[in-house]
């Protein structure tokens, strides 16, 4: 009997070793698992810069850095060819820096407006709406771009400015002059804080608003040559971006929660000095991230430049003149493409893996900027 229980004990102590081997065994080709799915992307990522490099480096060695980096004679299919890529990269920054200019003004006091001043059920309508921008292809929006709103622009292009000027301009100066008023209301002397939020806002209000007007009056008397520009392109990139920075910006604000709001409200803080001060500096990484991963689609966009951009090589004159034609990387990449494909191994190819290479990096080095800053930002919230 005795040896029977020990029989039955040894053999489950087995079938429990071998149990536990087992889970051992899954639980480590499970973590092998996930290791493989989580460093694919990286491997990937890693793959496309070897293979960018691979057939970028036989241009320098063939043609040099100071003419692709100094030059703006961009004849590729000429003899001798030339590959000065200064006006395309000029180009680039040019229709990228007015898309921030359109974008990040209204995503940021849009992403504001939703996240503290718009009633929750308004919110909830208003911001599947412009997150709907995100779901249009971009091919649409470059339609748009250059059968109706080029045209549009090169007709009344002075009076779709001062309309576009007045549209942007209006409402974030009423919501600066009402956070100035704000904040002056209480430190002011009593003669003037008696006027009141509003009566202050009104009273600064004047010489502000004379002054979009006049600005917005001068661009009547533009005439444009060409609707195919870099404005044409900066306005839809910054609409196109639109989505983006609302959309993490808002989020951003929602996370920093109530119990910051409640305290700065407990302490005498007004609403403005609550946002101003509490929680736009608390969700300032986010915000930050948002305008990064803005900037990066307009950096990165193709169809809307090729199509809109009027894709002259050539630095505009005189400088930041965003109503001449433009021409971009990425446009650029695309539309040699065809043309390079026949030739195979000459500089014309491989001058196309160049301007890839430098797209990388540019996108890289936003990445390692926005990752420094949202970093930086974790170290002085934890101390």
Not at 6 to 33: H, T, V, Y
Not at 61 to 88: D, N, V
Not at 123 to 140: D, F, G, N, T
Request: hydrophobic letters at 55%; a positive charge; one cysteine or more.
């Amino acid at each position: 009997m005795a040896d029977t229980r020990f029989i039955i004990q040894r053999n489950s102590l087995i079938i429990s070793a071998r149990a536990n081997r087992l889970r051992r065994l899954a639980a480590l080709g499970g973590r092998g698992i996930l290791l493989l799915i989580t460093s694919s992307s990286a491997l990937v990522i890693l793959f496309i810069f070897y293979f960018i490099i691979k057939d970028a480096l036989p241009f320098f060695q063939l043609r040099g850095l100071k003419e692709f980096f100094t030059s703006t004679a961009w004849y590729p299919s000429s003899s001798p060819a030339s590959f000065g890529a200064t006006s395309i990269f000029v180009g680039s920054g040019l229709v990228t820096l007015g898309a921030i200019l359109v974008s990040v003004p209204l995503g940021v006091t849009a992403a504001v407006c939703l996240s503290d001043m718009l009633p929750f059920s308004l919110r909830q309508l208003v911001k599947p709406v412009i997150e709907m921008l995100a779901a249009i292809p971009s091919v649409a929006f470059g339609f748009f771009a250059l059968v109706v709103f080029a045209p549009q622009l090169q007709e009344r292009g002075g009076t779709i400015l001062s309309v576009a000027w007045w549209m942007i301009t209006a409402p974030v100066a009423f919501l600066m002059l009402w956070i100035v008023s704000s904040v002056l209301s209480s430190r002011l002397p009593e003669r003037i804080r008696s006027m009141g939020r509003l009566g202050l806002a009104a009273a600064l209000a004047a010489p502000t608003f004379w002054g979009i007007w006049f600005v917005g009056r001068s661009f009547h008397a533009l005439e444009i040559s060409s609707g195919a520009n870099a404005l044409n392109v900066s306005i839809i990139l910054g609409i196109m971006a639109l989505p983006t920075i609302v959309s993490v910006s808002e989020d951003a604000l929602q996370s920093v929660g109530g119990e910051l709001r409640e305290g700065a409200y407990a302490l005498g803080a007004t609403r403005t000095e609550t946002m101003l001060r509490i929680v736009i500096p608390a969700a300032k990484s986010g915000i930050c991230a948002a305008i990064i991963l803005g900037i990066m689609r307009a950096i990165g966009e193709t169809m809307v430049v090729w199509m809109a951009s009027g894709n002259a090589a050539q630095i505009p004159r005189p400088w930041f003149n965003v109503l001449e034609p433009v021409r971009t990387l990425t446009a650029t990449i695309a539309g040699e493409t065809g043309e390079a494909d026949h030739v195979t191994g000459s500089a014309r190819y491989h001058v196309l893996f160049a301007m890839a290479l430098c797209l990388l990096v540019i996108s890289y080095a936003f990445n390692y900027v926005s990752d420094r800053i949202v970093r930086r930002t974790s170290r002085i919230g934890r101390a």
